[in-house]
């Protein structure tokens, strides 16, 4: 029973992170692009100011909720416990990114105004981008680990 409580907290708080990535992307990262920089700055700045507060909390204990999975699984359901394991290294790598590569994007960006704008905005944005799209690929792949692993456990 404990187990089950673990995977069902496991899965649903990726599903939350996974969720977090993928919303954004879907309703407005897809077009940035074609933002002007006066619009582009308003959303990154309420973007940040709404998430930060959010995912903050939520990326860490979405992964550390996976951690009682792996030991709980590690001798008796060694199916489980490998897609756990991928699953968890795939949400470092995403949990990484967000550290090393997006979040200082996102600082940066924070200090600009209109009339401040670097002249490698462009390429920052799309930097961020590109990153972003990763951590998606990421937590996606990382949750749909979960979910088979506890779904498709023979043990």
């Given at each position: 029973?404990?187990?089950?409580?673990?995977?069902?907290?496991?899965?649903?708080?990726?599903?939350?992170?996974?969720g977090m990535f993928l919303?954004?992307?879907?309703?407005l990262s897809r077009s940035?692009?074609?933002?002007?920089?006066?619009?582009?700055?308003?959303?990154?700045?309420?973007?940040?100011?709404?998430?930060a507060s959010v995912m903050?909390?939520?990326?860490?204990?979405?992964?550390?909720?996976?951690?009682?999975?792996?030991?709980?699984?590690?001798?008796?359901?060694?199916?489980?416990?490998?897609?756990?394991?991928?699953?968890?290294?795939?949400?470092?790598?995403?949990?990484?990114?967000?550290?090393?590569?997006?979040?200082?994007?996102?600082?940066?960006?924070?200090?600009?105004?209109?009339?401040?704008?670097?002249?490698?905005?462009?390429?920052?944005?799309?930097?961020?981008?590109?990153?972003?799209?990763?951590?998606?690929?990421?937590?996606?792949?990382?949750?749909?680990?979960?979910?088979?692993?506890?779904?498709?456990?023979?043990?």
């Amino acid at each position: 029973m404990t187990l089950k409580l673990f995977e069902i907290l496991s899965i649903l708080l990726a599903a939350l992170v996974t969720g977090m990535f993928l919303g954004p992307w879907l309703a407005l990262s897809r077009s940035i692009r074609t933002l002007t920089p006066e619009v582009f700055l308003a959303v990154v700045h309420r973007m940040s100011a709404n998430m930060a507060s959010v995912m903050t909390p939520l990326m860490p204990v979405a992964w550390v909720s996976m951690v009682p999975v792996l030991f709980l699984s590690h001798r008796e359901k060694p199916f489980l416990f490998s897609l756990t394991l991928i699953g968890i290294a795939l949400f470092a790598v995403a949990l990484l990114v967000t550290l090393i590569v997006e979040v200082p994007i996102v600082k940066h960006i924070e200090t600009w105004t209109v009339s401040t704008l670097p002249d490698n905005w462009r390429e920052l944005r799309d930097r961020w981008g590109s990153f972003h799209l990763l951590r998606i690929v990421a937590s996606l792949a990382g949750l749909v680990l979960l979910v088979v692993g506890v779904v498709f456990d023979s043990k």
